[in-house]
């Protein structure tokens, strides 16, 4: 795996039982991932050179992130090393302008949307719709809301164009929430789909996922399962395949972008699923027979734990533990700096209100906002 994250990590974990032999491709040895797997190169996966290296001896490659070069890839592939998901699809979840020219030829449904050339062309834009605000996005490089700008104003546009990367003009979508639904597709074309799940964002940053969404239509649900199916097989995804969506207000679902490697709208599945995200992934990159992606209980709750002001975090394991037995807590080993992803919880159950609480009070106390 390229990539020394915290997908990476658990992905590795899911390796485990079935005894896969886990190389990875890391920038440190302090990486969440390299600090636990055996077999680690720290390199840079920029660099071609390293990166052939490092696949020599691989059986096949997969990725915890979405920077490997295009071209990079495609030497991999020239080189005999199956790589997956491959270039041509992983593309669509590198560039959200080749994304969205993919999304509208196969007729899947997105926000209003076009590249624009400069501040005067975002108003342009917006003067072919509604109006402002307009969302704007660098087409490569964004990640947990870097890169998306919420723009009122032309003068307001201009920092989008500021890193010299295209820029994608997006319709604000006035959304009731957002959604994510998770595909995972083998080389064979064997595919499942993980219930739709409701994605919570504060600041750009997911901060709550809950599985099923709760007030989801089923017949949308279906919907949003079957489209991101599709997605999965037209573009020829091999893996985990999270689709991220918005609903509107008058119940339709757009695409907002797409991930693909594990992703974080799944997390909730290591305990609340028969198969886990990570293990699927697995199984799909060495064209294994996928597992039931069914859900294990009721409701399931992820909330992601960010860093707070205290280093230590593990002081408060003895309180999350002891006041709820049942929670799953899964730390991924990074320093702790406020704001940074550092680990996630998840709970389960039958009553939607008591898991959410429980899930939010474990994320809360051992990021430190709350003392009891
Ligand atoms: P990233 O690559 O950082 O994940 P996204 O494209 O997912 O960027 O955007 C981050 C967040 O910004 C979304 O989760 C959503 O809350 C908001 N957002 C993005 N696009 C739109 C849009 N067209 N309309 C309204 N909100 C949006």
Redesign the pocket.
Same mark, same amino acid.
């Given at each position: 795996m390229v990539g020394g994250g915290q997908l990476a990590r658990m992905t590795h974990e899911a390796g485990i039982p079935l005894g896969i032999r886990f190389k990875l491709l890391s920038d440190t040895p302090q990486d969440s991932a390299a600090q636990v797997v055996s077999d680690v190169v720290i390199g840079d996966y920029r660099d071609l050179d390293t990166l052939r290296a490092f696949a020599r001896g691989c059986d096949v490659i997969t990725f915890d992130h979405e920077h490997v070069p295009t071209e990079h890839l495609r030497a991999l592939e020239a080189d005999g090393i199956p790589v997956r998901p491959g270039p041509d699809a992983l593309v669509h979840a590198q560039d959200?302008g080749v994304m969205r020219a993919k999304l509208d030829e196969i007729g899947a449904p997105c926000?209003r949307?076009r590249l624009v050339a400069d501040p005067a062309d975002v108003s342009r834009f917006a003067a072919e719709g509604e109006g402002y605000p307009v969302?704007l996005?660098t087409v490569r490089g964004?990640?947990?809301?870097?890169?998306?700008w919420?723009v009122r104003s032309e003068s307001d546009a201009a920092d989008a164009f500021k890193a010299g990367v295209d820029v994608l003009a997006?319709?604000?979508?006035? $959304?009731v929430w957002?959604l994510a639904a998770n595909v995972v597709r083998s080389p064979h074309g064997q595919a499942v789909a993980y219930p739709v799940v409701e994605?919570v964002?504060v600041d750009?940053v997911?901060d709550t996922v809950i599985a099923p969404a709760p007030d989801l239509a089923e017949e949308l649900a279906g919907e949003a399962q079957q489209l991101a199916l599709r997605i999965a097989d037209e573009l020829g995804v091999v893996g985990h395949l999270a689709v991220?969506l $918005?609903e509107t207000r008058d119940g339709r679902i757009l695409v907002?972008?797409l991930a693909m490697r594990p992703h974080n709208s799944g997390h909730w599945t290591q305990d609340g699923a028969i198969t886990s995200q990570f293990a699927n992934h697995v199984r799909a990159v060495l064209d294994l027979p996928l597992g039931d992606p069914r859900p294990r209980s009721t409701w399931t709750v992820m909330c992601n734990v960010l860093g707070g002001d205290y280093p230590d975090m593990y002081y408060a394991y003895l309180h999350c533990m002891a006041r709820d037995p049942q929670l799953k807590i899964h730390m991924y080993g990074k320093d702790v700096k406020p704001g940074r992803k550092v680990g996630h919880v998840n709970t389960y159950g039958d009553d939607l209100a008591d898991v959410r609480e429980r899930a939010r009070h474990a994320a809360d106390y051992l990021r430190g906002t709350i003392t009891e």
């Open positions: 959200k926000p949307h969302i996005k964004g990640y947990d809301g870097k890169g998306v919420f997006e319709e604000k979508v006035d $959304f957002e994605s964002q750009g997911c991220e $918005f907002n972008e």
